[in-house]
């Protein structure tokens, strides 16, 4: 269903100037570096936090200047703006039970790292999606929970957003207007446009990782070069927290994938030849393409 804007739309009175009340549902890593982006960019608005951990929840709003704990969504339903941030694999429930919620017009905006799934659930439940702008800060960390969360994690790369037909366009550029006050940089995407991006720069990479550290069990450890660690090192990542993004987004990974086993074969294969001349230049191909992203960076 399309959403058109017009004059009338809940949306388009609200400024960044007079948000009064956030809500936070999820206080891991991502929820806590919301919270201190939050406490140090919008510090009059009050946020509102829950998460099924209420020890979690207590260390988030005790950094921050106007919060409390509250028991559950219900207590958010009169808030301006809600992010969710818990594991990927709840954010739909999470996102349907807000939309859900009575007398609630808060905009919902998510961290989830793969979006086509979500927002197929939340096509699929019936609810009425038009404050739900799907999005996701594309920094992150390799440890989990509040505890290493930080303000400067949501400004360190772009946060994407990626609406969908049924996105409000009033509630979309008041969601890109508060990331901009929070100081990040906002782009627009297609859900499986971000899929297909995070399938190869983020999720394909863990796979290896997770894979290439199952490899290296059988070899003595103070023996395994410094390549192996860096490499391997993503596998210290939170293994329910991958497993579940894996299965999101098992359909663009699996794609990745494919086109990797082919990359894989296809250098195997000039490795064979008996001149080093198309090995080299591949090689030498992808080292220009390393340069360029850390000069670009």
């Known amino acids: 269903m399309q959403c058109n804007a017009t004059q009338d739309s809940p949306f388009s009175a609200m400024t960044n100037s007079n948000l009064q009340q956030i809500g936070l549902v999820g206080a891991g890593l991502m929820g806590g570096s919301l919270a201190a982006r939050l406490a140090r960019m919008l510090p009059g608005a009050s946020l509102l936090v829950h998460d099924a951990s209420p020890g979690n929840a207590a260390y988030v709003a005790e950094r921050h200047p106007n919060a409390r704990t509250v028991?559950?969504?219900?207590?958010?339903?009169?808030?301006?703006?809600?992010?969710?941030?818990?594991?990927?694999?709840?954010?739909?429930?999470?996102v349907i039970a807000l939309l859900r919620l009575p007398d609630c017009a808060a905009i919902i905006i998510d961290t989830g790292s793969a979006k086509r799934m979500l927002v197929d659930a939340v096509a699929k439940a019936g609810v009425e999606a038009g404050r739900f702008v799907p999005g996701h800060p594309l920094a992150g960390g390799i440890s989990a929970g509040p505890g290493r969360a930080s303000g400067d994690i949501i400004t360190a790369?772009?946060?994407?957003?990626?609406?969908?037909?049924?996105?409000?366009?009033a509630a979309?550029?008041?969601?890109?207007?508060?990331?901009?006050?929070?100081?990040?940089e906002v782009v627009e995407m297609a859900p499986v446009a971000h899929d297909r991006l995070l399938a190869l720069g983020s999720h394909l990479p863990h796979l290896i990782a997770y894979a290439l550290a199952g490899l290296g069990s059988e070899c003595p450890d103070t023996l395994l070069p410094t390549s192996y660690r860096g490499?391997?090192?993503?596998?210290?990542?939170?293994?329910?927290?991958?497993?579940?993004?894996?299965?999101a987004n098992g359909t663009e990974l699996k794609a990745v994938?494919?086109?990797?086993?082919?990359?894989?074969?296809?250098?195997?294969?000039?490795?064979?030849e008996p001149e080093p001349g198309q090995l080299?230049?591949?090689?030498?191909?992808?080292k220009a393409r390393i340069e360029a992203l850390e000069n670009d960076g």
């Open 71 to 94: 028991a559950g969504i219900a207590d958010l339903a009169g808030s301006d703006v809600i992010f969710v941030a818990t594991p990927v694999a709840t954010i739909a429930e999470q």
């Open 157 to 169: 790369r772009p946060y994407v957003l990626t609406p969908t037909d049924s996105t409000d366009p």
């Open 172 to 184: 979309l550029t008041s969601a890109r207007a508060l990331l901009e006050r929070l100081g990040a």
């Open 231 to 247: 490499i391997a090192a993503f596998a210290g990542s939170d293994p329910q927290m991958w497993a579940d993004i894996f299965r």
């Open 257 to 272: 994938l494919g086109e990797f086993k082919k990359r894989l074969d296809l250098i195997a294969a000039m490795a064979d």
């Open 280 to 286: 080299l230049d591949s090689l030498r191909d992808a």
